[in-house]
């Protein structure tokens, strides 16, 4: 009898007990679409590099340097004429050149450029203020030199007779020169064809009994 009931209890379905099953939490993913919208606009990756302008000025040229001669010698900088502004001394003598480049890349490219090409000229960087309170002329300015001393408006106006210009610029000045002083006129003209006409027409014409030379300016 004890055999049957060990035989019996053998064939009873046997229930399987389960452990439960660990509850983890949700892996994070790393894509920005699931969960929480993040801001992009903080992750570097994925902006463009913002350089920003940068400010060179160069020493060294000649006395009749225009903005061209400047551009053609960093080609590949990326400047234009609106990036030359021409710096003067009292005397209206061309001492450097200021730069506006478009990004530290450009900038770096000019000063190889002129470490290889021209090794009288010095290339260095200045502050966007020195450039904010240089004075552009633009190739719209032309200096008279040698106007004679007894010299009034009127008989400037007269030499420029026949020119484009703004009779309300008109500039005279006084700056010193051997043997003696000499005198100078300023003038403004509407376009950079209208001062180089000027000068092309006027240059080496007479202002009473002098002879006046003129100079666009850059």
């Given at each position: 009898m004890?055999?049957?009931?060990?035989?019996?209890?053998?064939?009873?379905?046997?229930?399987?007990?389960?452990?439960?099953?660990?509850?983890?939490p949700?892996?994070?993913s790393?894509?920005?679409t699931e969960?929480?919208?993040?801001?992009?606009?903080?992750?570097?990756?994925?902006?463009?590099p913002n350089?920003?302008?940068?400010?060179g000025?160069?020493?060294?040229?000649?006395?009749?340097?225009?903005?061209t001669?400047?551009?053609?010698?960093?080609?590949?900088?990326?400047l234009?004429?609106?990036?030359?502004?021409?710096?003067?001394?009292?005397?209206?003598?061309?001492?450097?050149?200021?730069?506006?480049?478009?990004?530290?890349?450009?900038?770096?490219?000019?000063?190889?450029?002129?470490?290889?090409?021209?090794?009288?000229?010095k290339?260095?960087?200045?502050?966007?203020?020195?450039?904010?309170?240089?004075?552009s002329?633009?190739?719209?300015?032309?200096?008279?030199?040698?106007?004679?001393?007894?010299?009034?408006?009127?008989?400037?106006?007269?030499?420029?007779?026949?020119?484009?210009?703004?009779?309300?610029?008109?500039?005279?000045?006084v700056?010193?020169?051997?043997?003696?002083?000499i005198?100078?006129?300023?003038?403004?003209?509407p376009?950079?064809?209208?001062?180089?006409?000027?000068?092309?027409?006027?240059?080496?014409?007479?202002?009473?009994?002098n002879?006046?030379t003129m100079r666009?300016?850059?």
């Amino acid at each position: 009898m004890s055999k049957l009931r060990l035989l019996g209890s053998a064939l009873k379905p046997r229930v399987l007990t389960l452990n439960p099953i660990p509850r983890f939490p949700p892996r994070r993913s790393l894509s920005t679409t699931e969960g929480e919208p993040q801001d992009s606009s903080n992750d570097s990756f994925l902006q463009p590099p913002n350089e920003g302008l940068v400010f060179g000025r160069v020493t060294g040229i000649g006395r009749n340097t225009l903005k061209t001669d400047v551009i053609h010698f960093f080609e590949g900088c990326n400047l234009s004429a609106d990036d030359v502004k021409v710096e003067y001394n009292r005397a209206y003598n061309p001492v450097g050149v200021l730069l506006q480049f478009p990004s530290r890349s450009s900038f770096d490219m000019a000063v190889r450029q002129t470490i290889r090409k021209g090794r009288l000229y010095k290339m260095e960087k200045v502050n966007r203020s020195q450039w904010d309170l240089m004075t552009s002329y633009d190739g719209k300015a032309v200096l008279l030199q040698g106007i004679p001393r007894n010299a009034l408006q009127e008989d400037v106006e007269r030499f420029l007779h026949g020119c484009n210009y703004d009779p309300s610029t008109f500039q005279t000045f006084v700056r010193p020169g051997f043997p003696d002083p000499i005198r100078l006129a300023l003038i403004h003209f509407p376009t950079r064809n209208d001062a180089m006409n000027a000068f092309c027409i006027k240059n080496r014409s007479f202002c009473l009994n002098n002879s006046i030379t003129m100079r666009v300016l850059q």
